[in-house]
Structure formats: structure tokens, C-alpha cells
Nanobody, 124 residues
Framework: QVQLVESGGGLVQAGGSLRLSCAAS????????LAWFRQAPGKEREFVAG????????AYLDSVRGRFFISRDNAKNTVYLQMNSLKPEDTAIYYC?????????????????WGQGTQVTVSS
């Protein structure tokens, strides 16, 4: 059974940092594409960052580029999202996602496996 479990969310003041982790079990995601999405109240789930399984290319939502950084540790079956200079508008539930296709994709429907989400709240 495949499971993705996020951790590292919490409450932080604007300008602060958090590091999210997502540990996978039941699969070996060495060549999987991985991503982080987020969903704020009343809004659709949106792509935040993604990393390919092959050449480790990354992609980011424009509003987080330069502040957020996605990385992966295949030996630990874990993907990370380092979030710096957090803003109140970053407040959302953050989800990790994995898919056996290699090249990253930006759509919600492009990912087969999902975590349960972790809450990130940024106070002003």
C-alpha cells in the first residue's frame, strides 16, 4: 500500500521559514516525478513546486520562485520543500504528490499518489 506522509507544517510569522517533508512508503520513487501543491480556503488546489525523476529539473509557481526550494532524497524516499520569507498569502494546506512518470507536470490530475496534507499558517 502506497502512503505519502507530510510533516513540518505549523504556524510561523511572516518572514519566517519552514521545511516540509514528505516520506513515501510502499514504493521506490527514484524515477518518479514529485511535487508540492497547496490549497487555501475557498481556492482551488495549485501547483507550488515540482522535481523530475531523471535530471532533477525543477519548476515553481511564480509567486514562490526564489523563496521556496524543492529537493529529494531518493535513498530516504523523501521529498522536501524549504520555504523561506513566508508571507500570509502562503497560508494553505500543503500536499505532496508522486507519479511514476518521470517528467514533471503541473496539473492536479497528473499525479497518482497524494499525501493527507499539512497545514501552514503564516501570521502577519
Amino acid at each position: 500500500q502506497v502512503q505519502l506522509v507530510e510533516s513540518g507544517g505549523g504556524l510561523v510569522q511572516a518572514g519566517g521559514s519552514l521545511r516540509l517533508s514528505c516520506a513515501a512508503s510502499g514504493l521506490s520513487f527514484t524515477n518518479y516525478r514529485l511535487a508540492w501543491f497547496r490549497q487555501a480556503p475557498g481556492k482551488e488546489r495549485e501547483f507550488v513546486a515540482g522535481i523530475e525523476g531523471s535530471n532533477l529539473s525543477t519548476a515553481y509557481l511564480d509567486s514562490v520562485r526564489g523563496r521556496f526550494f524543492i529537493s529529494r532524497d531518493n535513498a530516504k524516499n523523501t521529498v522536501y520543500l524549504q520555504m523561506n520569507s513566508l508571507k500570509p498569502e502562503d497560508t494553505a494546506i500543503y500536499y505532496c504528490a508522486a507519479d511514476p512518470k518521470t517528467y514533471f507536470a503541473l496539473g492536479y490530475g497528473d499525479y497518482l499518489y497524494w499525501g493527507q496534507g499539512t497545514q501552514v499558517t503564516v501570521s502577519s
